[in-house]
């Protein structure tokens, strides 16, 4: 009896087991049957996309929920308070200069513009900032208008300089691009500061614009110099293609006592070009440079290429090469040069200005870098499609006399507009050794740099 009964319960028990299973299965496909509950998606996920980007993206939605107060998720609020940070840390960096620059200065119209920035007149609101009272006389003297009119010049120089846009040799990662960027930054600072220091080192040169103020705000640097309204040489060349021989000649000796000037300071100006000499007073264009009972006064500019002279245990030589490839000296290119080397860039402008082109190549404008440096390394100077003549007059041979040169006597080939002391100075400024090239200071005491001056 016992074990029928408990053979029934278990066969009761198995029969219950299989009707609640039954239902559960019914319950299960009644579940299905049922419309589909449409789950509330966020607006801002992309629902509409198909693939394994949707599921990321709606999970990310649906489960990072905006914070409150906010219309953006998590995910997207943390970018934009990045984006926001970047902008707040735009400044590259801060020179500890005044940042009053338009509380001191009014500015007036743009005067010119380069790689380097961009120049606008100004008019002083306020005492300058580093001139000091000698400069303020010495310019008096000269007969400048500059501390009576308050007219200066304000160079912006952006923080943040352009990059060039070289041939790429490989693809650069996103960590590389950033550190070149720094890279740039961080030279444009040294640039900066360094050129301020050059300018304030030469305010007892009176053949030096003279720096007035250093200023900056967030994105630019500010120079405050004087101003040279009669434009740069280069302009002045393109108008006249040449110069006399006097007016070379005192640009000529303002330059040569300028570099001399740098040399002792102890650096280098290392870009000597006609861009980087400004006339300081308009140049009446209808009169003869020759009648005119005033010199032609010039003044070095732009110190950015500036450096200062080598370690003395490696005799003072310099390394990096900077300025105009067209001026360079040939010991430039070779990566080991001194203060010779302005001598030599000092040499190519003379020649420009008394023979209308540089001395090797006939268009430097349409010259590759290849042909430039086998025009300095390689090419000889000549005078009117003549070779060096070394008969025709020494500057050292004091038995000869420049009152035998007649300036309207022309050789066979029309070499008659340089007078033969003019060709030796060049000859021996652009002595390829620089150790047998003339020196600056002995460059000023040639008889022809002598004869033209005041």
């Given at each position: 009896m016992v074990g029928h009964a408990t053979t029934t319960t278990t066969t009761t028990t198995r029969m219950l087991a299989d009707r609640l299973s039954c239902s559960g299965a019914g319950a299960s496909r009644s579940r299905v049957a049922l419309p589909r509950q449409?789950?509330?998606?966020?607006?801002?996920?992309?629902?509409?996309?198909?693939?394994?980007?949707?599921?990321v993206v709606a999970t990310r939605a649906l489960t990072e929920l905006p914070s409150q107060g906010s219309g953006l998720p998590e995910w997207d609020k943390d970018k934009r308070d990045?984006?926001?940070?970047?902008?707040?840390?735009?400044?590259?960096?801060?020179?500890?200069?005044?940042?009053?620059?338009h509380e001191c200065y009014e500015l007036g119209e743009e005067i010119g513009r380069g790689s380097f920035g961009v120049v606008h007149k100004a008019r002083e609101r306020w005492?300058?900032?580093?001139?000091?009272?000698n400069a303020h006389a010495r310019v008096a003297n000269a007969g400048s208008d500059l501390l009576e009119d308050q007219r200066f010049a304000v160079k912006s120089i952006p923080k943040r300089p352009k990059r060039r846009t070289r041939r790429k040799r490989f693809v650069q990662g996103d960590e590389e691009v950033k550190r070149n960027q720094e890279r740039l930054v961080r030279r444009q600072r040294e640039k900066l500061l360094g050129e301020v220091a050059f300018m304030v080192a030469l305010d007892d040169c009176p053949h030096s614009v003279q720096l007035v103020g250093a200023y900056e705000d967030k994105t630019h640097a500010h120079l405050v110099v004087e101003l040279c309204s009669g434009g740069d040489l280069k302009r002045l060349l393109r108008k006249r293609g040449t110069l006399t021989e006097r007016e070379a000649g005192e640009i000529t000796e303002?330059?040569?006592?300028?570099?001399?000037?740098?040399?002792?300071?102890?650096?280098?100006?290392?870009?000597?070009?006609p861009a980087n000499f400004m006339v300081k007073f308009k140049l009446d264009e209808e009169t003869n440079a020759e009648d005119s009972s005033h010199p032609l006064v010039v003044k070095g500019i732009d110190f950015g290429c500036s450096q200062r002279l080598g370690d003395p245990e490696e005799h003072n030589m310099l390394t990096k090469r900077t300025g105009t490839p067209a001026y360079w000296a040939p010991e430039v290119f070779m990566r080991y040069y001194n203060h010779q080397a302005d001598v030599w860039s000092c040499g190519m402008m003379l020649y420009e200005m008394l023979v209308g082109k540089l001395p090797f190549w006939d268009?430097?404008?349409?010259?590759?870098?290849?042909?430039?440096?086998?025009?300095?390394?390689?090419?000889?100077?000549?005078?009117?499609?003549?070779?060096?003549?070394?008969?025709?007059y020494d500057s050292l041979d004091g038995s000869q006399s420049l009152d035998s040169w007649d300036a309207e006597e022309c050789d066979a080939e029309g070499n008659c507009g340089i007078s033969p002391e003019a060709q030796d100075l060049i000859l021996r400024m652009l002595?390829?050794?620089p150790a047998s090239r003339i020196t600056a200071e002995q460059a000023l005491e040639h008889p022809w740099v002598k004869r033209w001056r005041h």
């Open positions: 449409r789950a509330s998606v966020a607006p801002w996920s992309t629902r509409h996309r198909r693939g394994p980007t949707y599921s990045a984006e926001a940070g970047a902008a707040q840390q735009d400044e590259a960096f801060t020179l500890g200069w005044p940042r009053t620059l005492p300058v900032q580093f001139t000091s009272v303002t330059a040569l006592s300028f570099i001399s000037h740098c040399h002792r300071k102890g650096f280098v100006f290392s870009d000597v070009k268009d430097i404008e349409s010259c590759t870098p290849k042909q430039v440096h086998k025009g300095v390394m390689r090419g000889k100077v000549s005078f009117a499609g003549k070779a060096r003549q070394y008969d025709v002595d390829k050794n």
